[in-house]
Nanobody, 124 residues
Framework: QVNLEESGGGLVQAGGSLTLSCAASGRVVSSGTMAWFRQAPGKEREFVAGVSSSSSSRLHADSVKDRFTISRDNAKKTVTLQMDSLKPEDTARYYC?????????????????WGQGTQVTVSS
């Protein structure tokens, strides 16, 4: 059984920063890929960033590159998304996801486990 629980969302002004955390349990946490996705009202869920089990591979969406950074701590079973220079278009519900594979992918259907999400709202 894998459980993922996100925290750290909130309301922030444009240009500000937030740090999202995902507390995870289960074997896939240390051996699989972890990722963050987001979904805004009326839009499809989109990939934000992903990191392989050993952190040797990290992938960030073009829309967040140079502003967001994903990292993981396998000992603590946590995945973090550091978000800087936030923009109003970053407003969405952010979800932590996991898959039992070492390959990072942008495709949400390939992730087996999901958290409930945490809301991020960026005001202009």
């Amino acid at each position: 059984q894998v459980n993922l629980e996100e925290s750290g969302g909130g309301l922030v002004q444009a240009g500000g920063s937030l740090t999202l955390s995902c507390a995870a349990s289960g074997r896939v946490v240390s051996s699989g890929t972890m990722a963050w996705f987001r979904q805004a009202p009326g839009k499809e869920r989109e990939f934000v960033a992903g990191v392989s089990s050993s952190s040797s591979s990290r992938l960030h969406a073009d829309s967040v590159k140079d502003r967001f950074t994903i990292s993981r701590d396998n000992a603590k079973k946590t995945v973090t998304l550091q978000m800087d220079s936030l923009k109003p278009e970053d407003t969405a519900r952010y979800y932590c996801a996991a898959r039992p594979s070492s390959m990072v992918t942008r495709i949400p259907d390939l992730y087996s486990y999901w958290g409930q999400g945490t809301q991020v709202t960026v005001s202009s």
